[in-house]
């Protein structure tokens, strides 16, 4: 299938500094979604995008899809605890999504 | 709105039985998604459908069936349990199937243990 990779697989950092996953693809994504699964919880949506080059905001999260269409990264600014969880980029193909492994973030007060 | 519900949100099977995963949604969507969770390795789809009367396969649909006789509703059916099939089980929906529309909403999940 076509997949997506991301990295790193898990990342711990202390709260005030920054992170950033990637999302890389072999082919060329007609888009890309973000979500964000809190520990025990759910996926909750973050973020699309379909653009070449595209960079989104949302607060302290920044969404960026490449020139190229085939990577994707969203960086947190100033963690906070209230930021842990995984972070999943997913390839959308029409009405079907293929999600990465995720990026396990923990944060140390 | 209720948004995507799942019942039960446990359970324990021994191998060999069988069982159904309730999903509903009451946002009028009309795809409908399951996924199966296992540590470290994301979300694999196993069914999904695009309406009432209409469903095919994902990635992984071997060990399970499902149907679609309304909008609100997904059944997962789980007929000789395995424990391959020891997961956390999401039922998601979203409302159109274009590019644009496609953001997924997710149920709280069925953590099942096949023992």
């Known amino acids: 299938g076509q997949q997506v990779m991301q990295i790193p697989q898990y990342q711990h950092v202390q709260e005030g500094e920054d992170f950033t996953t990637y999302c890389n693809s072999s082919t060329t994504l007609s888009n890309i979604q973000w979500y964000k699964q809190r520990p025990g919880g759910h996926p909750v949506f973050l973020i699309q995008?379909?653009?070449?080059?595209e960079v989104k905001k949302q607060k302290r999260l920044t969404f960026q899809f490449g020139e190229a269409k085939k990577n994707s990264s969203l960086h947190i600014t100033a963690t906070q605890t209230t930021d842990v969880g995984t972070y999943f980029c997913?390839?959308?193909?029409?009405?079907?999504?293929?999600f990465g492994k995720g990026t396990l973030l923990t944060v140390n007060p | 709105n209720a948004g995507v519900t799942q019942t039960p949100k446990f359970r324990i099977l021994k191998i060999g039985q069988s069982m159904t995963l309730q999903c509903a949604q009451d946002?009028?969507?009309?795809?409908m998604y399951w996924y199966r969770q296992d540590p470290g390795m994301g979300l694999k789809l196993i069914y999904y459908s695009v309406g009432a009367g209409i469903t095919d396969k994902g990635e992984v649909p071997n060990g399970y069936n499902v149907s679609r006789s309304t909008t609100e509703d997904f059944p997962l059916r789980l007929e000789l349990a395995a424990p391959s099939q020891t997961s956390v089980y999401f039922c998601?929906?979203?409302?159109?199937?274009?590019?644009?529309?496609?953001?997924?909403?997710f149920g709280p999940g069925t953590r099942l243990t096949v023992l």
């Open positions: 946002m009028n969507h009309n795809y």
């Open positions: 997913a390839r959308g193909s029409n009405y079907k999504l293929t």
């Open positions: 995008l379909v653009k070449s080059g």
């Open positions: 998601a929906s979203s409302y159109s199937g274009t590019s644009n529309h496609n953001e997924q909403f």
